[in-house]
């Protein structure tokens, strides 16, 4: 093993704390960017089930209306 005890491991001739530090910062924002991409892809599913759900409200209520109408219609010659 390349250190005689785990302080010196901890402390590593004086680099410790600089290369504790990076670790640290590294798990903390690699945390971050994993809580950020859960939340991200809820909110765009979550927008797509509304999309859908509008859509499908939006097809029940209207019915197609028709393209021409045949009636005949009298118009003044006046």
Not at 32 to 43: E, F, H
């Amino acid at each position: 093993m390349a250190f005689d005890s785990f302080s010196a491991f901890l402390t590593m001739e004086g680099h410790g704390p600089y290369v504790w530090a990076c670790y640290a910062v590294f798990f903390v924002l690699l945390a971050a960017m994993m809580l950020w991409s859960v939340r991200a892809r809820k909110t765009v599913i979550d927008a797509c089930r509304r999309g859908y759900e509008f859509q499908a409200d939006k097809s029940k209520a209207a019915a197609p209306a028709p393209a021409a109408s045949f009636a005949r219609v009298n118009v003044s010659q006046d």
